[in-house]
């Protein structure tokens, strides 16, 4: 079956440093990948969507100069968040399209991010 | 705007009991409904799905209802199981390869 290896599944960073998630298809193609951000008992909020090649589509209130997303291949997309702050400690996960018809989305295991 | 919820934030049942867990939508436009189960600090796994032209899909233990004049959908999981316990999430998407939009998610608690 289609398997999104997501990494590190948890880090702790000190405010104002960087800190950059990998979300990787392993044994599939995925043209399209999602960022989602959850909040302790709350719902899948999506970030953005992620197209190899070309730029991301960000939600609503999602700063795209804090939260850089970049798909350069069709197997890797990466979450960075820049300048990170207590108030982006959340639990982050990322989900591929993997063609297999509109069931299709495979997630990663999620990233939890402390900032301290 | 929340298009999704799901109301009732937590569901206790017992073993072998029928658990039913609603979901309501808002958007029109959603032709496709997945249903997630999720454990803490993991991301989710597909349950089962639904088209909008249909109104029930089966799968073992799990049956998805949809109303789709009332913009509702239930998660029936009958025998329920210890194993069940978990946040479950209902999502709505439109069109394919479109992203998908998730409920508030409903904790079932199966007991013995």
């Known amino acids: 079956g289609a398997v999104v290896s997501q990494h590190p599944s948890w880090v702790i960073c000190k405010s104002g440093t960087s800190v950059k998630i990998e979300c990787r298809s392993l044994d599939f193609q995925a043209t399209t990948m999602f960022w989602y951000r959850q909040f302790p008992k709350q719902s899948l909020m999506l970030m953005a969507t992620s197209n190899e090649g070309s730029k991301a589509t960000y939600e609503q209130g999602v700063e795209k100069d804090k939260f850089l997303i970049n798909h350069a291949s069709l197997t890797l997309s990466t979450l960075t968040v820049t300048s990170a702050h207590p108030e982006d400690s959340s639990f982050y996960i990322c989900?591929?399209?993997?063609?297999?018809?509109?069931?299709?989305?495979?997630f990663g295991s999620g990233t939890r991010l402390t900032v301290v | 705007d929340q298009q999704v919820k799901q109301n009732s934030p937590s569901l206790s049942v017992q073993e072998g009991r029928i658990s039913i867990l609603n979901c309501d939508y808002t958007n029109s436009m959603f032709d496709y409904f997945l249903w997630y189960k999720k454990y803490p600090a993991e991301g989710p796994t597909f349950l089962i799905s639904i088209s909008s032209i249909k109104d029930k899909n089966e799968d073992g233990r799990f049956t998805v209802f949809l109303n789709k004049s009332a913009k509702h959908l239930s998660l029936h999981i009958v025998p329920s199981q210890p194993g069940d316990s978990a946040v479950y999430f209902c999502a709505g998407s439109a069109g394919t390869a479109s992203k998908l939009t998730f409920g508030t998610g409903t904790r079932l608690q199966v007991t013995l």
């Open positions: 989900s591929a399209r993997d063609g297999r018809g509109p069931n299709g989305y495979t």
